[in-house]
């Protein structure tokens, strides 16, 4: 079948009556969460994900892109009115938004996000819908040698590429890694590193951590900041609606946005926040006013926000056709999927294709959703955002605890008399780590992502050797492998060169890579 | 742990140097309990340990690129910390942990709640422990009830049929 009847397919399915109050459910409490201050999309999709434990796989998928491209939105909500954005991705929207949301141009700002997220995440979808079976097929073809090589490259351009400091993201990566060893080896059924603990022989839950590093770890960090920052939520005064002008200025950013955002976002390399730069970059430069870009120039959130978006569509696309997560929200999705028992990757196109496509479908019925839901309802986003400190990140931890229960609350640990829960325990430990992380610059969406790629990495790595007999020339016998090796070794080197060259300013503004 | 110095100082980062060496203690033990698997010959050749020594290796030359960024000065300069407010919500979270087996979801959380809201500022206790109390059983209700998560239960859960 082709691409068009997949699709219809899918469509038809997302359409029914209970898959679109999924879809509705999870778009609302996707904004509504990542609308709050200092929570991104990967700690929403995170923090959601529990909610979706007792669904069917369809309908749970379903939901989850809701809450994903929800909590995308959400954020840029967060950035416009409040100078802290939620999500690093974000971080562009704020310089132009806030600026206009504090020239009582918080309306339109807020409009030209939306209907740029919408016209972005429209073409991006239809995109990952077209590009997704080419992708697969092309996967198909690969050996045991090329996942290896394709997945040292998204570690490399996850950890060492972009960032202030290739250490430190290495070093981030290295720790992920190492905890994906914990638990049974899948092959040989061996325990390793479990120190006697049966709650480990199960590994570390990618969610668990990722709560921990995220939520745990941003409120240790925020509470023992001594110069907390005093934050003012700008009202929305005025009209919502755009200008004739507003709209003339916008449609262009919106489609470079997503022509620039989509492909990155694609790529085996990752980051949602790189397209932003670029797209900002580039409305500069294009604009017929650039005097106004400091001072709250449209198109300065129209292009980045439509990056943004289109770049978390093409994040899908080797999530799905690979099962390749190139972003700590990605690595999430993927534990929901193994949640099933599901893996994401060429097989999956090809057994499971219609909850494949009923997942690319809802995600455009998500889209369209956000877009009727979210002008109307921005007065109570913005209440959200006026939650005080302490209720918002008291909320924030019960919240966090209550998922962890949800997906393991056997009380199995004992300290005396008293039983308590080994994951919980896991949460504050990791909790802690992700304290020290923030404390000393360290990224966090390696340590994820080596957690969830590393067991993938060596299963692929081990296959591939036990073919070749021990051989490790086989690692490098293809020509995909190659070309793969190849351009990790340039994302090293290019960014390398421009440190060497004092332009490390970009890289290190890309660096609170956090989603 | 911090001595919250600007990085521009000459003397060597202490913490910086502290984390290396967390580092290699991490390689130590990995090696230590990889080399205590026993492996049957016919896994031997790229069997379990494969990975866990090549992830030790690299957190050694890691520990030492680290040891020599930390006597450079290199890493980002830091805030001096407020460490109340952090032992606030640990103690929440300890507390919570230590609750949920006998006295329930919702005492547990509602202490976790206070103390986290105590960190940023808020009190008295007095009343934001039954705020989180009142949070907390709704959100059990909900949850347990609703979407039959497997929460604990304590004497005042079981109240509810």
Same mark, same amino acid.
């Given at each position: ?153 998204? !570690? ?14 290495v070093t981030?990566?290295f ?86 955002? !989509? ?14 730069? !670029? ?119 019960? !919240? ?116 | ?22 580092l290699?203690?991490?390689a ?22 494969? %990975? ?5 290796g690299g957190l050694v030359l890691l520990s030492i690129g680290t ?37 329930? %979801? ?30 907390? %059983? ?24």
């Amino acid at each position: 079948m082709d691409t068009f009847g997949l699709l219809a397919n899918g469509l038809v399915a997302a359409l029914q009556w209970q898959n679109l109050l999924y879809a509705l459910l999870g778009v609302t409490l996707g904004t509504a969460v990542g609308v709050l201050p200092g929570i991104g999309p990967a700690l929403t999709v995170a923090l959601l994900l529990p909610v979706t434990y007792r669904l069917d796989p369809t309908g749970s998928l379903i939901m989850f892109a809701g809450i994903y491209y929800g909590g995308m939105y959400g954020g840029s909500t967060t950035s416009i009115l409040l100078n802290t954005p939620g999500e690093s991705a974000s971080i562009v929207t704020a310089l132009e938004g806030n600026k206009m949301a504090r020239k009582g141009r918080g309306g339109p700002a807020l409009a030209t996000a939306a209907i740029g997220s919408f016209v972005a995440g429209l073409i991006a979808t239809i995109a990952l819908a077209f590009l997704a079976p080419w992708v697969v097929k092309v996967a198909l073809s690969f050996g045991p040698a090329d996942y290896f090589a394709l997945m040292v490259l998204a !570690f490399i351009t996850v950890s060492a590429a972009f960032g202030d400091s290739p250490l430190r993201g290495v070093t981030a990566l290295f720790i992920g890694l190492g905890l994906g060893v914990i638990g049974i080896d899948l092959q040989t059924g061996q325990a390793r590193l479990v120190f006697g603990i049966p709650d480990l022989l199960d590994g570390i839950e990618v969610t668990t951590l990722a709560v921990a590093l995220f939520a745990i770890g941003e409120t240790l960090s925020i509470a023992s900041s001594r110069t907390q920052m005093k934050e003012e939520v700008l009202a929305v005064k005025g009209s919502v609606w755009m200008t004739l002008e507003d709209w003339k200025r916008s449609w262009g950013p919106w489609l470079r946005g997503t022509l620039i955002g !989509f492909p990155i976002g694609a790529m085996p390399a990752g980051g949602a926040e790189i397209g932003t730069f !670029f797209s900002y970059a580039a409305e500069r430069r294009l604009a017929k006013h650039p005097e106004e870009f400091g001072h709250g120039a449209i198109e300065g959130v129209a292009g980045p926000e439509a990056a943004n978006n289109a770049s978390a569509a093409g994040t899908l696309v080797p999530l799905l056709t690979l099962g390749l997560p190139t972003s700590a929200t990605a690595a999430i999705m993927l534990a929901g999927f193994q949640q099933f028992g599901l893996q994401p990757g060429p097989l999956l196109f090809a057994n499971n294709a219609p909850l494949v496509w009923s997942l690319i479908a809802s995600l455009l019925v998500a889209n369209f959703m956000l877009l009727v839901l979210n002008l109307p309802l921005i007065g109570l986003w913005v209440k959200l955002l006026t939650v005080p400190r302490p209720w918002l990140y008291a909320g924030i931890l019960t !919240f966090a605890t209550l998922g962890t229960l949800g997906a393991n609350g056997a009380m199995s640990g004992r300290l005396g008399p008293i039983p308590f829960s080994f994951e919980l325990l896991i949460l504050l430990a990791f909790g802690i780590l992700g304290y020290g992380l923030r404390r000393f610059g360290y990224p966090i969406a390696p340590v994820v992502i080596g957690l969830i790629l590393g067991p993938l990495a060596e299963q692929q790595l081990r296959r591939a050797l036990a073919i070749s007999q021990g051989d490790p020339m086989v690692l490098v016998h293809t020509p995909i492998a190659i070309t793969l090796y190849i351009v990790a070794a340039a994302a090293v080197l290019i960014p390398l060169y421009f440190r060497l060259r004092g332009k490390g300013a970009v890289l290190s503004q890309m660096a609170s890579d956090e989603d | 742990m911090s001595l919250g110095e600007p990085n521009l100082s000459r003397r060597p980062d202490g913490a910086a140097l502290f984390i290396a060496l967390v580092l290699a203690v991490i390689a130590a033990v990995i090696i230590w309990q990889t080399s205590m698997m026993r492996v049957p010959p016919i896994q031997a050749k790229v069997g379990p340990q494969v %990975f866990p020594y090549v992830i030790a290796g690299g957190l050694v030359l890691l520990s030492i690129g680290t040891a020599l960024s930390a006597w450079r000065g290199q890493f980002p300069a830091r805030e001096k910390d407020n460490y109340g407010p952090m032992l606030w919500i640990i103690g929440g979270l300890v507390a919570q942990m230590l609750l949920l087996g006998w006295a329930g %979801f919702s005492i547990g959380t509602a202490i976790l709640f206070a103390f986290t809201a105590k960190a940023f500022g808020r009190g008295p206790l007095w009343q934001t422990i039954p705020i989180g109390f009142v949070l907390a %059983f709704v959100i059990w209700f909900i949850f347990s009830r609703g979407l039959q998560l497997a929460l604990p239960m304590g004497p005042l859960e079981r109240l509810i049929p």
